[in-house]
Nanobody, 118 residues
């Protein structure tokens, strides 16, 4: 059983920054990748950022240049630094982890709300 616990969400004005954290209940080196997805009201969940065990990263086009994913293997924590936030970034953000080789997520956190006011 894997637990992923997110923190760091909240309310911020447009142009502001937030850092999300996700603590995993077991060593992150057991995952092929970890990532962040988000779901806005009435929209499908979308992948925002992902980091592989080897350290490769990829981002949704909508957040490139503004968001940065990173990880601390010693503390089994993955971060999402979000800068220059826009109202359209408002969503519930979910941490996820993948053991599959196709990097599809096996495990999900409960989610943390991010609200960006204009």
């Amino acid at each position: 059983q894997v637990q992923l616990v997110e923190s760091g969400g909240g309310l911020v004005q447009a142009g502001g920054s937030l850092r999300l954290s996700c603590a995993a209940s077991r060593s992150m080196i057991s995952f092929n990748a970890m990532g962040w997805s988000r779901q806005a009201p009435g929209k499908q969940r979308e992948l925002v950022a992902r980091i592989t065990r080897g350290g490769s990263t990829n981002y949704a086009d909508s957040v490139k240049g503004r968001f940065t994913i990173s990880r601390d293997n010693a503390n089994n924590t993955v971060y999402l630094q979000m800068n220059s936030l826009k109202p359209e970034d408002t969503a519930v953000y979910y941490c996820n982890a993948a053991t599959r080789w196709d990097l599809r997520a096996d495990y999900w956190g409960q989610g943390t709300q991010v609200t960006v006011s204009s």
